[in-house]
């Protein structure tokens, strides 16, 4: 499965920009919902008075993982949310103190064995900071005597334009990076991990090197730059040469694979017990005048960013959480940070909107040759179309991954990955 891509423009211009923590809002807004899988139910009420790290929603079902506050203060509403996927969740409303108290839980973890590390990473309400959300200690959550796993892979690949939160991640942070990447190791007895950055990173793959230069255990792996070379299954392939087969997770070919932000966050939580309660985000594009990396608290409305990064809220004709091929497009200003946010892209009308009208497909079979995961996006049009379910399947649509690959190559500018997204309901 040779992995090409496709070639985007890197617009990378906040790399050499250091994280600036943003300043206290007044108010945050935390949803329950903010992984993949059951949302938390709200575990205080309103009126409650809360401090920074506290719990304050949380899960029995397997598929969750725990909420806390970012800020110290007192609870003001707790009601139904509606989130940029359409979804509805609860949400506690916290308007805060100015105090930032830390509450008298977070405390470094006991951990001494696999059992305790699990359970340690579950209460630190981490899940996969590279935007997927999948909870941290379900992918850890491995029967290792049964099913044994030989390579961590750290997925620093970043391939999608404009962001640079990751690479800021290592360079700010390489100590705890290494950290977080050897912990995992030791509890799950992995013997080798490989760091996989894109060359247009020269200095994260520098750093990481030198950093790792006395572990031989610890390799770096530069990726050619291309796109989606930072997908689950693509990165996997790129370091270790296995591919991850259809409805199988890595850890069926014995590979795990982390966010190198999801590292290093493990790290700070075993030392510190403070939970996930901030976020490193890039701020981008055309709409906003400096464009910049900061740290905001979770719950932080966006139109806080958005003032940061002198952005006029008039100008901007799209706003975007997550980059500009697989991130989601937001509707209101005031919509909170969440833990997966790994960046905010402003564009005005310039950028934002398309002026070519889309044509009759050409049948060149670009799609084809730019689907990472070797689809047909063309046929799966013509199914789409065809309302013809069965086809669909036979297609195998439950592969996409709504990359955007198809759209971008596509010389009749057709939608067709965002076809997919909807041929996917109708064989739902
Ligand atoms: S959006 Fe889906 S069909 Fe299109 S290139 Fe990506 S994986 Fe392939
Ligand atoms: S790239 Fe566009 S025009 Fe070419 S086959 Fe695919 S859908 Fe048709």
């Known amino acids: 499965m ?20 943003l300043p206290l809002p007044e108010v945050v807004k935390i949803p329950m919902s903010q992984h993949m899988g059951t949302p938390c139910e709200p575990t205080v009420k309103v009126g409650d008075t ?27 509403a707790i009601g139904d949310y509606l989130l940029a996927s359409g979804k509805v969740c609860k949400a506690v409303v916290i308007e805060t103190d100015g105090n930032q108290t830390v509450s008298e839980d977070v405390k470094p973890p006991q951990v001494d064995d696999l059992k305790s590390f699990i359970a340690a990473i579950k209460e630190s309400g981490c899940c996969g900071l590279g935007g997927a959300g999948f909870p941290t200690h ?57 760091i996989c950055i894109e060359k247009n990173k020269p200095e994260a793959i520098k750093l990481m090197k030198e950093k790792t230069a006395s572990e031989g255990n610890i390799k770096v792996v530069p990726l050619r730059a291309s796109y989606p070379q930072g997908a689950e299954k693509v990165v996997a392939y790129s370091a270790t040469g296995r591919i991850v087969g259809e409805g199988e997770l890595p850890s069926a070919k014995g590979i795990i694979v982390l966010n190198v932000s999801t590292a290093g966050f493990i790290s700070r939580y075993l ?23 900061v740290m905001a608290l979770v719950g932080t ?19 975007i959480a997550g980059g500009p091929m697989m991130g989601m497009c937001l509707y209101d200003f005031e919509t ?23 044509t009759a497909c050409i049948h060149c079979g670009r799609c084809v040759s730019a689907c990472p995961m070797k689809l047909m996006p063309n046929e799966i049009a013509k199914a789409y179309e065809a309302k013809d379910a069965d086809m669909l399947r036979k297609l195998k649509l439950n592969l996409c991954m709504n990359c955007g690959s ?23």
Do not use: W
């Open 138 to 194: 379900i992918k850890l959550n491995v029967d290792i005597k049964d099913k044994p796993i030989d390579s961590l892979v750290i997925n620093a690949a970043e391939c999608e334009p404009y962001i640079t939160s990751d690479c800021r991640e290592i360079i700010e942070r390489p100590d705890d990076v290494i950290d977080g990447i050897k912990q995992v190791m030791k509890y799950l007895e992995i013997e080798n991990a490989y």
């Open 301 to 319: 409305p966006v139109s806080k960013l958005i003032k940061f990064a002198d952005g006029a809220e008039g100008a901007i004709a799209k706003l």
């Open 406 to 428: 198809c759209s971008y190559v596509c010389p009749a500018r057709r939608n067709v990955a965002e076809t997919n997204q909807l041929a996917k309901g109708l064989i739902r």
């Open 336 to 358: 909170p940070v969440t833990k997966t946010n790994n960046a905010i892209l402003g564009f005005t009308e310039k950028l934002a909107v398309r002026k070519e009208e889309q």
């Open 2 to 21: 040779p992995f090409f891509g496709i070639h985007l423009p890197h617009k990378k211009g906040t790399a050499q920009s250091a994280t600036v923590k």
């Open 50 to 76: 809360v401090t920074v790290g506290q719990k304050i929603g949380d899960s029995t079902a397997f598929m969750s993982t725990p909420v806390h506050s970012s800020v110290s203060g007192t609870v003001k």
């Open 271 to 293: 030392k510190t017990g403070m939970p996930l309660v901030e976020k490193r985000l890039t701020l981008d594009g055309d709409a906003f005048r400096t464009p910049c990396n």
